[in-house]
């Protein structure tokens, strides 16, 4: 898929096709940036493989390659994995002098590097809306984030019923969304989560 | 086949929070960066839960050490004591790496200065005092079995709950100290909140839970004092020993 693609022509400015809306595009590019980053730890590098990951996506499906759109995400993902391993090769070879080892190792994934996407004003409004939650809360999220608890085991823990550990995540995830876009953070398509799942 | 997941899904098995803790399976994390790709909500979720892992650590320490400064703690913690590294204890099971095990060693317990009673001395306070007279004889086994007949009877749960679980530890009943020491935190701003998640990173240690360890040491390094340097210190020291 990478080294015996096609050459195709690199779109400039707003990415467009006739097979999938502009809207679309960019929502792919938002994720594939996500993904990216986590791998890459470096926005620009994330940039650089969303942008050709979008590129090499729009000429598979143009050239008939994607049947089905609902499958549109798994097939950039597979694309974006490609990409995203020939930076991840090209970054070892220029900053290290051991290339040959080091460069050829998988990239690991840090799901840390994903706070590299908020801004510094963005990080300011949710650590405000942090310390504004009551202590049981902060360490609901820390259970959650930290731990990876999933709904029913975060119930188990804290010995409270599911229904009731749930309103609680949802409210204060709620209110650090909010903050999120009190910071500037809106333009994204986002609708309230259900509460009572 | 990569499975098709739907934002319920996500939301139901708790598949964000799992992603970025890096407890998903490789087919399931797959199936979700397939939808996420496409997805603006779970984009945002994403984007909100990195938000919340690189802040709270910074927001539940600087909470803890305001209200340090602005009363004091009922109980002090033998910070000299407890920074020694040198193993006192044979775990059981022969996989836990015996370097890993030593660094979950303590030397000495938690020190108990006295907790004082409002009003009328109750009988779960009496229990939970002669629980203590135990802790500080150093007769861990009865103290721990005494702090939970106190909290049975009703006794405020933080301190008793703390010592219970420093006193497992104590006598190398790791799981059991490592599950009450989380019942610590799980109460939320509490005067025991930064010691107990030290603590339980060393028992976590000892049962070689290093990932689980690292996580809450680094939650109890983000303060500047000595407690917050002495976890950078073992933190730093247990990444070095799984990378290795």
Redesign the interface.
């Known amino acids: 898929m990478t080294g015996s693609d096609p050459p195709v022509e690199r779109p400039t400015g707003l990415l467009k096709s006739v097979d999938v809306p502009a809207q679309?595009l960019e929502?792919?590019r938002?994720?594939?940036r996500?993904?990216a980053l986590r791998s890459l730890r470096d926005i620009d590098l994330a940039e650089e493989a969303a942008q050709e990951t979008l590129v090499r996506a729009l000429a598979a499906l143009r050239g008939g390659h994607v049947n089905n759109p609902?499958h549109?995400?798994?097939f950039?993902?597979g694309i974006?994995c490609h990409v995203i391993a020939d930076l991840h090769r090209a970054q070892q070879r220029t900053t290290s002098l051991d290339a040959s080892q080091e460069a050829d190792d998988p990239p690991s994934?840090d799901?840390?590097a994903?706070?590299l996407?908020?801004s510094d004003e963005?990080?300011e409004h949710?650590?405000a809306a942090?310390?504004s939650l009551?202590?049981?809360?902060?360490?609901l999220?820390?259970?959650?984030?930290?731990?990876?608890?999933?709904?029913l085991?975060?119930a188990n823990?804290?010995g409270e019923p599911a229904t009731r550990v749930r309103k609680r995540k949802s409210r204060a995830?709620e209110r650090?969304?909010r903050a999120?876009e009190e910071a500037g953070?809106g333009g994204?398509?986002?609708?309230p989560?259900?509460t009572t799942? | 086949m990569t499975e098709s997941l739907t934002c319920n899904d996500v939301v139901e098995r708790g598949i964000v929070e799992r992603y970025l803790a890096g407890r998903l399976d490789l087919p399931e994390a797959e199936a979700f960066e397939a939808h996420y790709l496409a997805c603006p909500r779970c984009q945002e979720d994403l984007r909100v839960a990195a938000a919340v892992r690189h802040n709270l650590p910074l927001v539940t320490n600087v909470q803890w050490l305001r209200r340090r400064w602005s009363r004091p703690l009922l109980v002090g913690v033998g910070l000299a004591a407890a920074a020694g590294f040198a193993a006192l204890f044979l775990l059981p099971g022969d996989r836990v790496n015996p370097q890993l095990e030593r660094l979950g060693a303590v030397l000495e317990p938690p020190v108990y200065l006295g907790v004082p009673v409002r009003g009328e001395q109750t009988s779960a306070d009496s229990l939970f005092a002669a629980a203590m007279s135990s802790y500080l004889a150093r007769r861990y086994d009865e103290a721990a079995r005494g702090l939970a007949v106190a909290l049975a009877a009703g006794v405020d749960s933080a301190p008793a709950l703390f010592f219970r679980a420093s006193g497992l530890l104590m006598i190398n009943r790791s799981r059991e100290s490592a599950e009450t020491f989380q019942r610590v935190t799980g109460l939320g701003d509490t005067p025991y909140l930064v010691e107990a998640r030290l603590y339980r990173a060393k028992a976590l240690l000892r049962l070689g839970r290093a990932g689980e360890a690292i996580t809450e040491l680094r939650f109890a390094a983000a303060g500047l004092d000595d407690l917050g340097r002495w976890a950078q210190a073992l933190a730093d020291s247990v990444e070095a020993l799984v990378q290795r």
């Open positions: 679309e929502v792919l938002r994720g594939l996500l993904l609902a549109l995400g798994a950039a993902r974006a994934a799901p840390d994903l706070h996407l908020v963005e990080h949710v650590r942090l310390a009551s202590g049981a809360d902060r360490e999220l820390r259970l959650s984030f930290f731990e990876g608890l999933t709904p085991e975060l823990r804290l995830l650090l969304r999120l953070a994204h398509d986002r609708r989560r259900p799942q």
